[in-house]
């Protein structure tokens, strides 16, 4: 064997060793990382919140709620949207109380600002601990009080939340450590910084559609600023703040946080008055363009600083060179998520005619076959209820004035589910029966599941104490209308529902002007197979967010600010933009090297000054900022005259004084 193999032996077995090496420190140190991982975790407080028999509870025997004009000045009504079981009262509170309350986070906000950031990220830590392993309790409350579905509930309540905390826990100190910024020219001795001071005490009013996730929200970016903070939260889902608050209280608690750093208000529109004008120092509102408006003449009183996230009327637009089969699947969520009720969902669907038919056909067919009904025990659901009362008959009066003006309703279109009638139907087709003439009955745009039927059973058979829970909930099915113009409601107002316009285009011009002829200007989605088209159409569009052949992605990337243009209001929440909005940006500059260059006022700019002062002042200007070096070598010398000239004068006018004395 030459001495050409021995090395080449020699080397191929120092690699095998090397590469064991390798492997064995690869294994060790992932079971080290493992072994910490599993530590810290176990470091973080685990929550011990019980749940109430309604709570826990999938399925209620309850009796029937029934809404009417008058509600009592001190309590709130609660009920289940999608049974109309009634689930008890909450507390009205008076403005009186508000002040209260906003008093005691006044005093809270003075211990927490001078928190540390490892003392807020374990708070948001023990929260998002409790929600990973709380998911279904969480969701089963926010469906039983908003009328949404299990499904909904997860993607809108917990999914978000989640992300938006992990960012927080991730990037928050990073956001708010002072952030250098250049001195300048002239003051090329100083060291300048922004300092983030928390606000105070923040006053969130938010809406009912995720009443969940619209808490956390605020919270946790308040809380990670530095901010106590006061939600106000809606009349409409005001039953399960019970258990949410019990979550905060006690996340609060494991932290070893003021027990008043974060606090609730329920009560009606006199209690978020209250909140706006008693002495909270910056206020969030997520709600509608109308109480917005009111919302910003409160906070005017005081001139507190006020985020507006308002209403919305979002486009998603079609290019002919999108994947229809990608599109409709997202259109569907963005159109009926949560039964249309959120801020930025998709309502004015803008199809290029190619495709149009398409994608006309797929969505139909689809929402043909949604299922909807009660959300809880009664199987899975593919939509809920309306969870304000009056909202059926506000969509349904969007929908007539477009068909009585040649708008045609492709589906849906009507309320439903529909009485105990149909019930009975769908009972007898899910026990194989054909009904009294043999045939089954036609398929509903929102059908009722046999559980549903089941659970209505008692009132069909005359039970006057108990709901007929399939057919009671405030229900509207999923709706797609075509030939919708601009001389009709549906158009130009927000719908707030399940409610899919369609409208054809041609030409992408087209189709921008079409989107932008919108008071709103919240979200915005663009569909092509070509990148570069989709961007050149989205940088066009008048909205604050645009997603890219995505619906709504924007939210989902917490590290982006969340908020609209024109109607949708201004200011922003979520990303670095919102979370710096919930403090106050302090300049400060001071010397860089103050042993070796401090600030000096110049002897010829001292009192009483001299004939030389002012072109000194000139000459010292065009030094730093003349725009070539030649006009800076002018204003250099400049600057040597004028000394010059003015120790000549000074030397002048101690002579002078001399012989006078």
């Known amino acids: 064997m030459d001495l050409h193999n021995l090395l080449e032996q020699a080397s191929q077995l ?80 008076t403005p009186a109380e508000v002040h209260q309350v906003v008093a005691e986070a006044q005093e809270a906000a003075k211990v ?10 374990l708070l948001l830590k023990v929260l998002l601990k409790y929600i990973i392993t709380h998911q279904e309790d969480i969701c089963r409350v926010s469906a039983r009080d908003s009328g949404k579905t299990p499904l909904e509930a997860v993607l809108g309540e917990i999914v978000v939340t989640a992300e938006k905390l992990n960012w927080l826990i991730r990037e928050g100190e990073a956001v708010l450590k002072p952030s250098k910024r250049r001195a300048g020219v002239m003051a090329f001795y100083k060291s300048a910084r922004v300092e983030y001071v928390p606000v ?17 929200n605020p919270i946790s970016a308040a809380v990670m600023a530095g901010n106590a903070i006061v939600v106000k939260v809606s009349e ?68 507190t600083p006020i985020t507006l996230e308002l209403g919305g009327k979002d486009a998603f637009m079609i290019c002919d060179d999108a994947d229809i089969n990608q599109v409709v699947p997202i259109a569907i969520k963005a159109a009926f998520l949560n039964c249309g009720q959120n801020c930025a969902s998709g309502e004015r669907f803008i199809v290029q005619r190619k495709v149009y038919d398409q994608f006309v056909k797929q ?14 025990g009664s199987g899975p659901m593919d939509a809920g209820a309306m969870c304000m009362p009056g909202a059926v008959n506000k969509i349904q009066q969007l929908i007539d004035d477009a068909v009585s003006k040649g708008a045609k309703v492709l589906v849906g279109g009507k309320p439903g589910p529909a009485g105990v009638a149909t019930i009975q139907q769908q009972q007898q087709q899910a026990a194989g029966t054909n009904g009294v003439n043999g045939a089954l009955p036609p398929p509903s745009p929102a059908r009722i599941t046999c559980r549903a039927a089941e659970a209505a059973a008692p009132a069909a058979a005359g039970d006057a104490n108990r709901v007929s829970t399939a057919s009671a909930g405030q229900f509207y099915p999923p709706t797609v209308v075509a030939g919708v113009t601009k001389d009709m409601d549906l158009y130009h107002e927000e719908v707030f529902g399940p409610v899919m316009t369609v409208i054809p285009f041609d030409t992408d011009e087209q189709a921008i002007a079409i989107a932008n002829d919108c008071a709103f200007g919240l ?28 619906f709504n992605a924007t939210y989902m990337c917490q590290g982006l600010p969340f908020g609209g243009v024109k109607y949708s209001g201004f200011g922003r929440f979520g990303g670095v933009e919102g979370l710096r909005a919930l403090c106050i940006p302090k300049s400060v500059a001071e010397d860089a090297l103050p042993s070796l260059m401090k600030t000096s006022i110049p002897p010829l700019w001292q009192h009483p000054v001299g004939p030389a002062a002012a072109p000194f002042a000139v000459a010292l200007t065009t030094m730093f900022y003349g725009p070539s070096i030649g006009t800076k070598l002018a204003g250099l010398f400049g600057v040597l005259k004028a000394v010059t000239v003015g120790a000549g004068s000074s030397s002048s006018s101690s002579s002078s004084k001399a012989k006078e004395a």
Not at 523 to 545: C, T
């Open 14 to 93: 120092a690699s095998s060793q090397l590469l064991a090496v390798a492997a064995v420190a690869i294994a060790l140190g992932s079971l080290l990382y493992l072994l910490v991982d599993a530590l810290s975790y176990r470091r973080v407080a685990e929550l011990h919140v019980p749940l109430e028999n309604d709570e826990a509870a999938e399925v209620l025997q309850a009796e029937m709620y029934i809404p009417t004009g008058q509600v009592p000045k001190d309590k709130i009504p609660c009920y289940d949207p999608s049974t109309m079981q009634f689930l008890g009262y909450t507390k009205a509170m």
């Open 112 to 121: 927490w600002r001078t928190s540390s950031f490892q003392q807020r990220r």
């Open 200 to 216: 105070g005490v923040v006053g969130a009013i938010v809406p009912w559609n995720w009443p969940f996730h619209n808490i956390i």
């Open 236 to 303: 409409h889902a005001s039953w399960c703040i019970g258990f949410y608050s019990r979550i905060i209280d006690a996340a609060l608690a494991a932290a070893g946080a003021p027990p008043s750093l974060v606090k609730f208000v329920t009560g009606y529109g006199d209690a978020g008055h209250a909140l706006v004008t008693g002495g909270v120092d910056k206020v969030v509102f997520v709600g509608s363009t109308e109480v917005g408006k009111k919302v910003m003449v409160a906070a005017a009183e005081h001139l």
């Open 363 to 376: 969505v139909v067919d689809v929402a043909s076959t949604m299922r909807q009904g009660p959300t809880l």
């Open 523 to 550: 979200g915005s989605s663009v569909f092509s197979g070509n990148l570069k088209r989709a961007r050149h159409i989205g940088q066009q569009l008048e909205a604050g967010m645009t997603s890219i052949n995505d």
